[in-house]
């Protein structure tokens, strides 16, 4: 059974801290990971994709994969309230594509 | 560029009936996927609709089905509807099958009474 985890949360950091959100996967098989962020009652919206080892950067925020240890994870710097929301990890390959069931973050003022 | 695009925004039947939803992709997206999101939890996939075929199907009982039609957009149909079927339908589309990015569309929320 493929499986894509994530701490449910609530997550909760101060204006202006570091967010950390993780994410693991039993499919050593996927290939493309992706972040979603999600607003209640919202779809959800992509944030950033990665497929290579290592870290993406994008504005605020940054993406680490790790294959060997089978982990995603999503910074998130200088935090702001509008962040506030539950973020969606996705792994897949050509086949499939699995989501997490997500993390609720809320940044405090 | 036009959105994945869904309707209804909300439907309300009530239990035995039948639901039909709705959904046109991207333009030039050939794969569309279907999640069911019931309140405060997380993605269920349902449907996976490539090229119009049929590529992959979640957990989900029979009376969940749908199909593809020659223009890319899609249906799922829900027969005889019980009261935790009501969820948010989310549909999404993507370029390339399996493990592209996939674009969301607003959802069609359905209300079983």
């Known amino acids: 059974q493929k499986e894509v985890e994530q701490n449910s949360g609530p997550l909760s950091v101060p204006e202006g801290a570091i967010a950390s959100l993780n994410c693991t996967y039993s499919?050593?098989?996927?290939?493309?990971f992706f972040w979603y962020r999600q607003y209640s009652g919202k779809s959800p919206e992509l944030i950033m994709f990665?497929?290579?080892?290592g870290d993406k950067e994008d504005g605020r925020f940054t993406a680490q994969l790790n294959k060997a240890s089978q982990y995603v994870s999503l910074l998130i710097r200088d935090s702001q309230p509008s962040d506030s929301a539950t973020y969606l990890c996705?792994?897949?390959?050509?086949?499939?594509?699995?989501f997490g069931a997500g993390t609720r973050l809320t940044v405090k003022p | 560029e036009a959105g994945v695009t869904q309707s209804p925004t909300h439907l309300i039947k009530t239990r035995g009936q039948q639901a039909t939803l709705r959904c046109s992709p991207i333009?030039?997206?050939?794969?569309v996927y279907w999640y069911q999101q019931a309140l405060g939890l997380g993605l269920q996939f349902l449907l996976w609709?490539?090229?119009?075929?049929?590529?992959n199907r979640g957990n989900f009982p029979p009376r969940f089905s749908g199909r593809q039609f020659p223009n890319y957009s899609s249906e799922l149909n829900v027969n005889a509807l019980e009261l935790e079927d009501s969820a948010l339908y989310l549909c999404?589309?993507?370029?390339?099958?399996?493990?592209?990015?996939?674009?969301f569309g607003p959802g069609t929320r359905l209300t079983v009474l």
């Open positions: 609709y490539d090229e119009g075929e049929e590529r």
């Open positions: 333009s030039g997206h050939t794969s």
């Open positions: 999404a589309s993507s370029l390339v099958a399996g493990r592209d990015t996939q674009y």
């Open positions: 996705a792994g897949g390959d050509n086949n499939d594509m699995r």
């Open positions: 499919d050593r098989g996927s290939q493309s």
């Open positions: 990665i497929y290579s080892n």
